[in-house]
């Protein structure tokens, strides 16, 4: 049975009120053990047909992506006040979190460097200095 927490279904709530979604994961997957024995080296992507709606996948064949919205509830990526660094997937609180000036990913205080002319861009895109 689900429980409203805080606006929140017992399934997204992490028990301080925050959604959990969106996160980002494998794609949905199963465990084949009778490929290798044991769990490493046993995961079998599920057909993208099958995926549920509440899955994105960062770029064709990639298997990863993020999961933007409870499957139980609905709650939405819109809904949830945090949204995950797109370079260390730690959670950051909507209005903190911060837009490479280059490349346009979601970033955390830790991972953001600032260039040379001033702009807030990640890590990775100062270590490559890139141009604007």
């Known amino acids: 049975m689900t429980h ?8 997204c709530d992490d028990g301080q009120g925050q959604c959990l979604y ?6 949905p997957h199963r465990h ?7 769990f490493i080296g046993s995961t079998v992507v599920d ?7 509440n899955f994105v996948e960062d770029e ?10 409870c499957p139980v ?9 945090m949204v995950a660094c797109e370079m260390c997937l730690a959670p950051v609180e909507v209005a903190e979190a ?3 000036e280059m490349c346009g990913i979601t970033i955390c205080d830790a991972c953001e460097a600032i ?15 890139s141009e604007r």
């Open 98 to 100: 911060l837009k490479c």
């Open 60 to 69: 064709p064949g990639a298997g990863c992506g993020v999961y933007t919205k």
């Open 115 to 129: 260039d040379d002319s001033g702009a807030s861009v990640c890590r990775e895109c100062r270590e490559r200095g």
């Open 73 to 81: 509830c609905g709650s939405s990526s819109e809904d949830c006040p």
């Open 32 to 38: 084949d053990l009778s490929k290798t024995g044991s």
């Open 4 to 11: 409203a927490i805080n606006g929140r279904c017992d399934h």
């Open 22 to 27: 969106p996160y980002y994961g494998m794609a």
């Open 47 to 53: 057909p993208k047909d099958s995926w549920p709606d």
